[in-house]
């Protein structure tokens, strides 16, 4: 069992940066592979970034890449979501997840859930 917990959110003027945590629970972070989805109201859960478990493969959102940045401490078993010149449209609750799989975007695969952190963009 694996419990997240993410931290980080709240608003933030258009073009600025905020940087998200997800601290997960367990001696087996550094097994998991973790994503960051985000979800706005009225729309479906969307996958935002992922990274391997040792850390070395990433993907993205096309529309976040070259704006965010996901990496890992595997010695804190946490997991950063780095989001620069952000936009109105990155408005959204963010989550993040670990599975035990390799890395996807496809949030079914992910097998465990933090609580959601809210990050609202102003223009």
């Known amino acids: 069992q694996v419990q997240l917990v993410e931290s980080g959110g709240g608003l933030v003027q258009a073009g600025g940066s905020l940087r998200l945590s997800c601290t997960a629970s367990?001696?087996?972070?550094?097994?998991?592979?973790m994503g960051w989805f985000r979800q706005a109201p009225g729309k479906e859960r969307e996958f935002v970034a992922t990274?391997?478990?040792?850390?070395?493969?990433?993907y993205y959102l096309d529309s976040v890449k070259g704006r965010f940045t996901i990496s890992r401490d595997n010695a804190k078993n946490t997991v950063y979501l780095q989001m620069n010149s952000l936009k109105p449209e990155d408005t959204a609750v963010y989550y993040c997840a670990a599975t035990p799989k390799g890395v996807s975007w496809i949030y079914r695969i992910y097998d465990y859930w933090g609580q959601g952190t809210q990050v609202t963009v102003s223009s």
């Open positions: 367990g001696r087996t972070f550094s097994t998991y592979t």
């Open positions: 990274i391997s478990s040792g850390g070395t493969s990433t």
